[in-house]
């Protein structure tokens, strides 16, 4: 019996689950062909779960990445760690120059992949740390900035963090987390908190790191289409529910005890760390933001709160602000969510900028069922903002889309050579080197998270006023 086949999924009324674990290239091969997908050894679903051809050729995808993820684990945190090693390299000696000095003598400074001025390749992609000073508290753009710096800073180390938000931004870290994932039996979501204590402000922001460069478990979480149906909230994408917390055993209860065996789920603990900040003074409030998986996790935290019913907290939650936010669930799970925004007044933004490949998957067709809801925020490359109810171009692959995609990408990299709004601004040369990638696929370098903070930063306020979200 698989590991999936042993969980609990009395909460869901239908489900697809999928464990690479239990593939074989004889299985896999045979999926191609006709036949009830819970034949199959690494599928488990309901029964009546459809199983035509485009179906089937979406989870041989997905089951073929995951596994290929698996055997390349190692081989690729190996070459990531190699990698950003070698970046932080010059400014840990001070230099190119110093470096080079420093080889020659034989005293080379190595980085400290803990310490508070090592950063992530995406860190190395966009270096700005300090707010923008022309934003304050009570803006419309303030809550989508200090958003999005959240969550660029949250793929960097816990001492990164602290000293950001604590020395640059003046504010107090609440928490810096590895969370556990019951399915990958290894702590592999990553979030953390942070308190705005500014009087206009007085809000915990809550942010969820997104999909690492070289983390084979995060790639596997975005790749993996299995899918839960929840009676009353609709079909939610299997990988970031089992990111978020998730369990084998018991699925989504209420209450728990957490496992002292294994760090901490996410859901959890920062609800739990949410209740006890919020009933110690009621004039605080809370956002949730993230990029690119983070986004998902975002969206996803309120929905699990609107099932468990925690009106209150509902009630305090100020927004949410995503960024190149994959989609996360079906039409029903739109309305679901809609249906509680309005309820409880909270505005939602999501933000997609350019030709950003991740907001436009999974696909939204027939065979995936996945959809985006509530109000998208859509950037050009001139950083021009508009409310829109879909990105254009919406499932990314369309052979009209491929020229002007492909043009804009190189307007973007002449433009990394003549932006100058500011110094701030101003892009290395490891980032044009990003955007020279951007040629070859235009969407893996517009969702780099320099594009969304100079879109919070340059876009017009009138976006970020309150709204009405559609009931579509």
Request: proline share 5%; hydrophobic share 40%.
């Amino acid at each position: 019996m698989v590991a999936t086949m042993a969980c609990n999924k009395e909460f869901s009324s239908g489900y697809v689950l999928l464990d690479p674990d239990q593939l074989s290239l004889f299985e896999l091969i045979r999926l191609l062909f006709p036949g009830h997908i819970g034949k199959r050894a690494f599928v488990d679903c309901h029964e009546g779960a459809e199983s035509n051809f485009e179906r089937r050729w979406i989870i041989f995808i997905s089951i073929f990445a995951q596994k290929l993820l698996q055997l390349l684990a190692k081989p690729l945190s190996w070459f990531g760690s190699a990698f950003e090693m070698g970046l932080n390299l010059p400014s840990a000696n001070g230099g190119f120059r110093m470096l080079l000095c420093n080889c020659l003598i034989g005293k080379v400074q190595w980085p400290e992949k803990t310490s508070p001025t090592f950063s992530s390749s995406i860190g190395r992609l966009d270096k700005r740390v300090k707010l923008d000073e022309s934003i304050n508290p009570g803006d419309s753009k303030y809550f989508a900035a200090l958003s999005m710096m959240s969550a660029k800073i949250a793929y960097e180390n816990k001492a990164y963090i602290k000293t950001t938000v604590e020395d640059r931004w003046e504010m107090e870290v609440l928490g810096s987390f590895d969370f556990w994932n019951d399915y990958q039996d290894k702590a592999t979501t990553q979030a953390f908190l942070l308190h705005d204590k500014h009087v206009e402000s007085n809000t915990i922001v809550v942010s969820f790191r997104g999909t690492e460069p070289f983390d084979a478990d995060a790639w596997c979480t975005d790749f993996d289409i299995s899918w839960y149906e929840i009676p009353g909230v609709g079909k939610i994408h299997g990988g970031f529910m089992k990111a978020l917390g998730l369990q084998k055993s018991l699925g989504w209860p209420k209450e728990i005890k957490q496992d002292n065996s294994h760090p901490p789920l996410a859901y959890y603990t920062i609800r739990e760390l949410l209740r006890k900040r919020l009933q110690a003074n009621h004039d605080t409030k809370f956002l949730v933001t993230g990029h690119s998986l983070g986004g998902a996790l975002a969206i996803l935290f309120p929905a699990v709160l609107a099932m468990h019913e925690e009106t209150w907290m509902l009630k305090r939650l100020r927004g949410i602000y995503t960024f190149g936010q994959p989609r996360v669930g079906d039409n029903k799970f739109g309305e679901f969510m809609l249906e509680n925004l309005r309820k409880h007044d909270i505005q939602y933004f999501r933000f997609v900028y350019s030709n950003d490949l991740v907001p436009r998957l999974p696909y939204d067709d027939k065979a995936l069922m996945f959809k985006h809801f509530g109000t998208c925020i859509y950037f050009n490359s001139f950083y021009e903002g508009k409310i829109v109810a879909e990105e254009p171009n919406k499932n990314y692959f369309n052979p009209l889309m491929a020229i002007p995609k492909n043009v804009n990408a190189i307007w973007e990299l002449i433009r990394s050579f003549i932006i100058s709004f500011s110094k701030e601004y101003k892009e290395g040369w490891f980032l044009r080197a990003y955007r020279v990638l951007g040629l070859i696929v235009p969407g893996v370098a517009a969702h780099g998270p320099q594009d969304y903070v100079n879109s919070t930063r340059l876009g017009s306020s009138a976006l970020l006023l309150p709204h009405r979200i559609p009931l579509k």
